[in-house]
């Protein structure tokens, strides 16, 4: 079946412009997750949605950061202003909350910001 | 909130056992050992996971020390394929909302 899906693969935009990241969960999850991976480094918790609704938004690491989900599927990650820090591998996760709890990973946007 | 430590790399010979070990000495009752991996240019994979026994599945074994202090991930039979980063990942298995990653351990399986 489907997995989780994120667009664009690859984005290079400039510092200062704006970036609208996508991910697509698996039908019928319920919680999505997003996170980013700086080169070299583990992956750091960004937002997690359970429905439409962001209950923990703990790792969102400004306010040029934001993200909604619509419908209870798609979600979409914006950074404002894009700095060089930016630039990173977004990825995002979606599970159906349970006693397994296994996360299910996209394969990731990776942003440059030049 | 790195729980745990890994070593930062390994190599394995192709067709033997990977054991990777991973400590996770502050680990509290209510939590779980996780373990992923992360094969380049792709996404976090869930492996395999656990509260105090042992755990088998299609991919691993998890074995977990008795104090639940330290655990060893296993792949019986590693493969070209199975050169990624794998992360031990401690925490609770429902109400937690997301994974702490660390670094974790880089293994190379080797021809």
């Known amino acids: 079946g489907a997995g989780v899906s994120q667009s664009p693969s690859n984005k290079v935009t400039e510092k200062g412009k704006d970036v609208e990241l996508r991910c697509d969960p698996i039908s019928g999850h319920t919680a999505?997750?997003?996170?980013?991976?700086?080169?070299?480094?583990?992956?750091?918790?960004?937002?997690?949605?359970?429905?439409?609704?962001?209950?923990?938004?703990?790792?969102?690491?400004?306010?040029?950061?934001s993200a909604e989900r619509t419908g209870g599927s798609v979600s979409t990650l914006t950074i404002q202003r894009t700095q060089q820090e930016d630039s990173a591998v977004y990825l995002c996760a979606s599970n159906e909350r349970g006693l397994r709890d296994e996360q299910f990973f996209g394969p990731g946007t990776r942003l440059t910001v030049l | 909130d790195a729980k745990t430590t890994q070593p930062p790399s390994m190599d394995c010979a192709e067709g033997r056992a990977a054991n990777l070990p991973c400590n996770h000495s502050t680990i509290s009752g209510n939590e779980y050992v996780y373990w992923y991996r992360q094969i380049h240019s792709q996404g976090p994979q869930y492996i395999i996971h656990g509260l105090k026994n042992n755990e088998t599945n299609e991919m691993a074994s998890l074995i977990i020390t008795e104090d639940r202090k330290s655990s060893t991930l296993i792949l019986p039979h590693a493969t070209l394929r199975d050169t990624?980063?794998?992360?031990?990942i401690v925490r609770v298995s429902t109400g937690a909302n997301n994974l702490f990653f660390g670094t974790g351990t880089r293994l190379t399986v080797i021809p």
């Open chain 1, 32 to 65: 999505l997750y997003w996170y980013r991976q700086s080169l070299g480094q583990g992956l750091e918790f960004l937002i997690y949605f359970q429905g439409n609704s962001a209950p923990d938004k703990s790792g969102l690491p400004s306010d040029r950061f």
């Open chain 2, 84 to 88: 990624a980063v794998y992360y031990c």
